[in-house]
């Protein structure tokens, strides 16, 4: 499967990379509601232990979903 790259503006992130780059090796992108829900340690490697009770979460709109792997450059 061929890489994605991910385009993002949010330059305080820790993975944000010049050229508005993420180098990220994986994100977790979900609804606002779950991103709320859940603590900020929640993230990708915790993804198939809360998937039952997350299921799937669809979004009418873009400003409705999140990053979950946003993590505040210190
Ligand atoms: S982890 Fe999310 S917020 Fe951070 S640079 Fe990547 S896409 Fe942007």
Sequence with gaps: MDQVTVRCTVENCHYWGRGNVCDA???LVTSDQVGAKY????DTQQLSAILEEVGETPAGKCEETCCKTFRARS
Excluded: Y
């Excluded at 603590?39 to 929640?42: A, G, Q, R, S």
């Design 39 to 42: 603590p900020d340690h929640v």
């Design 25 to 27: 090796r994986e994100i």
